[in-house]
């Protein structure tokens, strides 16, 4: 019983660090921006699908073994999402930039159908199967349980990845420039910050996530779809408004309670559920806390 | 070669009075959303001055500093400063050039603490040593140095205008834009607000100061401009604005 338990819990972990890498990307544009990108679910079946080449189609992993092919996969995995994040800012996005906010959002919806036909066009409407065992299937002893090594591997990614991005958003000088652009982009250009740069490096470094969260997805899952960054994509968009929407460390803390949330109503109560578990989760917390559980506490004073 | 281009008398050139002003305003034309804000505004601002722009709300004194500052795109017009033509400039160039802003309504970053506030003053200074800076700007006021660690957010409004202005010269500005410094703060507040942005131009930083204050601001400058909707209305010396009837009555209120 206690060790079913904790099974589920590393099962949440899992999931939720997949759910927040991905819900940094959403809450990184929403912060500067205030757009809420729906592109980026695309964007994650485009690491996917990136990663399936590398992997698969080129199987990198006989030449070089392992350990190398799937770092040289997560590096081109991230600098290819990264490089299809900025041209859909420079495309859909920055060309609207002085319009109308609906303007940005329809913009934003049509990327993401062009995005998903595109990958359907190119790689087929079909599964796509890893087939190899990339990730080991061995087990490791954790405080007198077993834990599959996988499951670790991924959330471990997720995590230490997570924590890269937070020691750059609060202690370089350039993440002090994307928070103060997501504070007041006005008073931001007042500082000499260009924000336009800033906006350029958030939508590299989200769809990197991303792109890295559906890479992580098809080499646990061991199969992939065009369509996988829809599901994917209002999940972590749930965990984003969860933690609270422009939020960083929300969306990291959003992603993992969403996984367990998930994981363990899907255990306890019905599998069937799970899906609905989460979006009551997000309806819930639209209803009673719409700012999310980790929003500002600091009020404004004018 | 036409024969009458060798006779054709060169312009006439203006004689040259000594160095060009800090800033120059020519003819700025500002519309906001399809309104006109400004028509056609020119003044110019020498070194180490300090003035103040005066008028009613919506006269354009915010607008004027914001199209400085390069947040706001003149429809017609341009600025000079040092010389350099800045208004087809993005704002950080302009802030790399020398002039930052204490904006109206004080803009600090209110998630962010006191300290973090002012290194983000110094944005465009990659890489320098911001100690010295720092240690002027606590040395100004000594109340952002009790709460250095502590949320911009959760500081009293006359705290912070005193961010809002010692962020502005973590850049070491040659013009300071300061959007009304005193809105909101209490009499004494004022005065020693006053007295600091005094010290800041004896130190020879040129200040161009937007008040509602009018008074305050026209013992504190040299030089004064009064805009009415969009228009130079006045430009005098400070003193004989204060003595103006038409000022008194407009501006300073019956006392």
């Known amino acids: 019983m206690l060790s079913h338990f904790f099974e589920q819990i590393i099962y949440g972990l899992t999931v939720g660090g997949v759910y927040a890498l991905i819900a940094l990307g959403y809450t990184m544009v929403y912060g500067v921006m205030k757009l809420i990108n729906f592109a980026h679910g695309e964007l994650f079946t485009l690491g996917a699908f990136v990663g399936f080449f590398f992997l698969v189609t080129l199987d990198l992993g006989s030449f070089w073994g392992p350990v190398l092919a799937i770092s040289l996969t997560v590096v081109g995995v991230s600098g290819i999402t990264a490089l299809a994040g900025r041209l859909l800012e420079r495309v859909a996005y920055r060309p609207l930039r002085d319009s109308d906010r609906l303007a940005a959002v329809v913009s934003a919806l049509g990327a993401s159908i062009f995005l998903q036909n595109l990958i359907m066009v190119v790689s087929g409407a079909k599964y796509r199967a890893f087939g190899v065992d990339l990730l080991p299937t061995t087990f490791i002893q954790f405080a007198g349980q077993s834990v599959p090594v996988a499951r670790l591997f991924v959330f471990l990614t997720a995590v230490v990845t997570m924590l890269l991005l937070y020691v750059f958003i609060n202690n370089t000088r350039f993440g002090l420039a994307i928070r103060a652009a997501a504070i007041d982009q006005g008073a931001a250009r007042l500082m000499g910050v260009d924000v336009n740069k800033v906006i350029a490096v958030v939508f590299v470094i989200g769809p990197a996530l991303g792109g890295l969260a559906g890479l992580l997805v098809g080499v646990y899952y061991g199969q992939i779809n065009f369509d996988m960054g829809q599901l994917y994509g209002l999940k972590a968009f749930t965990a984003a408004v969860i933690g609270g929407i422009g939020n960083i460390p929300g969306a990291m803390i959003g992603g993992l309670l969403l996984g367990l949330l998930e994981t363990l109503g899907a255990a306890y109560v019905s599998g069937a559920w799970k899906d609905a578990l989460s979006f009551v989760a997000l309806i819930l917390i639209l209803v009673i806390r719409p700012t999310g559980i980790l929003s500002e506490r600091v009020a404004e004073k004018l | ?255």
Do not use: C
């Not at chain 2, 390069?70 to 600025?79: N, V």
């Not at chain 2, 603490?113 to 000594?142: H, M, S, W």
């Not at chain 2, 026209?218 to 204060?242: I, M, N, Q």
């Open chain 2, 1 to 255: 070669m036409n024969p009458t281009d060798l006779a054709a008398p060169k312009a006439l050139e203006p004689p040259v009075l000594g160095p060009p002003p800090l800033l120059e305003l020519k003819n700025l034309v500002v519309a906001y959303g399809g309104v006109e804000a400004l028509h056609g505004l020119s003044l110019t601002v020498g070194q180490g001055e300090l003035v103040t722009i005066l008028g009613a709300n919506g006269a354009g004194k915010s607008t004027t500093l914001m199209t400085i500052s390069g947040l706001l795109r003149p429809a017609k017009g341009e600025i000079y400063f040092k010389g350099q033509r800045i208004d087809l400039l993005p704002s950080h160039e302009v802030v790399r050039l020398g002039v930052t802003q204490s904006p109206e309504g004080r803009r600090v970053f209110g998630p962010m603490t006191v300290e973090e506030n002012l290194i983000l003053g110094a944005f465009t200074r990659k890489g320098q040593d911001l100690t010295p800076d720092l240690t002027r700007v606590y040395y100004l006021f000594p109340r952002l140095w009790e709460r250095k660690k502590q949320l911009a957010g959760t500081l009293s409004g006359g705290e912070q205008q005193m961010l809002a202005i010692g962020r502005a010269l973590m850049a070491r500005p040659t013009l300071l834009l300061l959007d009304e410094p005193s809105l909101g703060l209490a009499p004494l507040l004022v005065k020693s607000i006053f007295a600091t942005i005094k010290e800041i131009n004896e130190s020879g930083v040129t200040i161009i100061l937007v008040e509602q204050n009018a008074r305050a601001a026209l013992k504190l400058a040299t030089w004064g401009y009064v805009l009415d909707v969009g228009h130079l209305a006045l430009s005098e010396s400070a003193t004989r604005l204060l003595n103006n009837q038409k000022v008194r009555d407009a501006y300073l209120g019956a006392r």
